[in-house]
Nanobody, 119 residues
């Protein structure tokens, strides 16, 4: 079993930044960030494979940076220039196999952390 715990969410104004953290109880080969906005389907944000390569969805490129601290088994998501459309519950997911943006294939999920962007 792998336990994941997200933190760092909050309410911010448009244009501000937030950094999310996801602490994992043990190392896995694949970790990723997903989000679910109100009334919308869950979508991938960024995923990192066992080589440390990170892949981003188009909307995240240039504004979001995901990084992995292997020593701490902690995944981060630095988000810049947040906009109201980024309002969502953000989830961390992990698996021993690379799952990419196929959220349904991840075996381990955190409880999520809420990000709200409004003026």
């Amino acid at each position: 079993q792998v336990q994941l715990k997200e933190s760092g969410g909050g309410s911010v104004q448009p244009g501000k930044s937030l950094r999310l953290s996801c602490a994992a109880s043990r190392y896995t080969n694949c970790m990723g960030w997903f989000r679910r906005a109100p009334g919308k389907e869950r979508e991938g944000v960024a995923t990192t494979d066992s080589d440390g390569t990170t892949f981003y969805r188009d909307f995240a490129k240039g504004r979001f940076t995901s990084s992995l601290d292997n020593a701490k088994n902690t995944l981060y998501l630095q988000m810049y220039n947040l906009q109201p459309e980024d309002t969502a519950m953000y989830y961390c997911a992990a698996d021993y196999w690379y799952r990419g943006f196929s959220g349904d294939e991840y075996n381990y999920w955190g409880q999520g952390t809420q990000v709200t962007v409004s003026s």
